[in-house]
Nanobody, 121 residues
Framework: QVQLVESGGGLVQAGGSLRLSCATSGMIFKINVMGWYRQAPGKQRDLVAAITSGGRTNYADSVKGRFTVSRDNAKNSVYLQMNSLKPEDTAVYYC???????????????WGQGTQVTVSS
């Protein structure tokens, strides 16, 4: 069984910063792309940022220049540093990873349970 657990969400004023962390556990052989998605009430879940095992990153246009995704391959963890937060960043943030389990020839996509980020104006 593979699990992803997010932490670091909370309430912050506009212009503030938060750092999200996502730790993985289980019988993991390899993790390919890791990333963060978010879902606001009544809206679809959208990609915020992603990072490959080699460190290549991809960001949603709305967060470019404000958010930074990083990962620690030794710890199988991914992080999201969020600066200059805006009220429209308010959402549940989900960690996502494409993981190959030990003894499994295929990759599967796993999700964390989500962490709430609320930005007040």
């Amino acid at each position: 069984q593979v699990q992803l657990v997010e932490s670091g969400g909370g309430l912050v004023q506009a212009g503030g910063s938060l750092r999200l962390s996502c730790a993985t556990s289980g019988m993991i052989f390899k993790i390919n792309v890791m990333g963060w998605y978010r879902q606001a009430p009544g809206k679809q879940r959208d990609l915020v940022a992603a990072i490959t095992s080699g460190g290549r990153t991809n960001y949603a246009d709305s967060v470019k220049g404000r958010f930074t995704v990083s990962r620690d391959n030794a710890k199988n963890s991914v992080y999201l540093q969020m600066n200059s937060l805006k009220p429209e960043d308010t959402a549940v943030y989900y960690c996502n990873a494409d993981i190959r389990r030990i003894g499994d020839p295929n990759d599967d996509t796993y999700w964390g349970q989500g962490t709430q980020v609320t930005v007040s104006s």
